[in-house]
């Protein structure tokens, strides 16, 4: 059998904290689907296919990563892509409540799928997409939190606003 999870978020944009949950990932199973959320209702900055061309540029040397753009329920997800887990990734106790209950919902609609979580890199607990988008129209650094490949999406970004 093939040991296989979806990591679902927004990626708005991908940060080394996504990265690292990822890395981690690749430990416990044998492929990672990257399950980029259209999201709408989060407004996000950058749009579907932008997040997902920035998340399969930073994973296109790694075989066992498959990113797919996903609108409707993760159970179906997991479903499609024959994963068994649900991989998301904990920084801080805040995080909690919000993964616990969506880990509840998801359990309840379909206990076969198991929520797998993984604890943020030390120097990465406070890195969200939310800061590196709002610390970076500001003029701040953040190339240190995001992949490489993210930086001209960020400044083109940054520009056109
Ligand atoms: P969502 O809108 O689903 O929360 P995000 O892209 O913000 O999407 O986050 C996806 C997942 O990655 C969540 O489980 C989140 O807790 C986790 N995550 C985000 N940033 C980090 C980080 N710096 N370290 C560990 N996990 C993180």
Do not use: C, W
Request: charged share 25%.
């Amino acid at each position: 059998m093939v040991r296989r999870a979806v990591y679902p978020g927004t990626f708005d944009p991908i940060t080394l904290g996504h990265v690292d949950v990822v890395m981690r990932g690749l430990k416990l199973v044998d492929e990672l689907v990257i399950g980029v959320a259209e999201n709408p209702g989060k407004g996000p900055m950058f749009d579907l296919d932008t997040r997902l061309n920035m998340v399969r540029a930073v994973f296109v040397a790694q075989p066992r990563v498959k990113v797919v753009a996903f609108k409707g329920l993760l159970v179906d997800l997991a479903h499609e892509q024959q994963a068994q887990a649900v991989l998301r990734g904990l920084r801080a106790a805040s995080d909690f409540e919000y993964e616990f209950q969506m880990a509840a919902m998801n359990r309840r609609l379909d206990a076969e799928i198991e929520s797998v979580f993984v604890m943020a890199r030390e120097d990465y607990t406070f890195v969200s997409s939310r800061f590196i988008r709002e610390i970076s129209a500001m003029g701040g650094d953040v190339k240190a939190l995001i992949p490489e490949v993210v930086i001209p999406y960020l400044e083109a970004a940054n520009r056109a606003n």
